[in-house]
């Protein structure tokens, strides 16, 4: 089992800036990718970022794309998500996923573990 901790969540004005943490811990693997989805009440869970742990190859949602940062630090087994220039729209509970191996995948079903979510409201 792999467990995900997510933190860094809060309530920022409309321009403002969080980072968000995800600490993994329990089994590992030689290869996985982690990402970050959020879920906005009444809609799908959807991508926003990722990261290849081996290699660091990233990847963003077009509407996050320049404003939010995926990063790792190895030694702590934790991903980061700086995010930037919030808007109202970026709203949601914001939570952590890895999946197994080497693919990277954006869709939330490919990912085998989660965190338990950090919430995200920007007042505008």
């Known amino acids: 089992q792999v467990q995900l901790v997510e933190s860094g969540g809060g309530l920022v004005q409309a321009g403002g800036s969080l980072r968000l943490s995800c600490a993994a811990s329990?089994?590992?693997?030689?290869?996985?990718?982690l990402g970050w989805f959020r879920q906005a009440p009444g809609k799908e869970r959807e991508f926003v970022a990722l990261i290849a742990w081996s290699g660091g190859s990233t990847a963003y949602a077009d509407s996050v794309q320049g404003r939010f940062t995926i990063s790792r630090d190895s030694a702590k087994n934790t991903v980061y998500l700086q995010m930037n220039s919030l808007k109202s729209e970026d709203t949601a509970v914001y939570y952590c996923?890895?999946?197994?191996?080497?693919?990277?995948?954006?869709?939330?079903?490919?990912?085998?573990?989660w965190g338990q979510g950090t919430q995200v409201t920007v007042s505008s």
């Open positions: 996923a890895v999946a197994r191996g080497v693919t990277v995948t954006r869709r939330p079903g490919t990912y085998d573990y």
């Open positions: 329990g089994r590992t693997f030689s290869s996985y990718v």
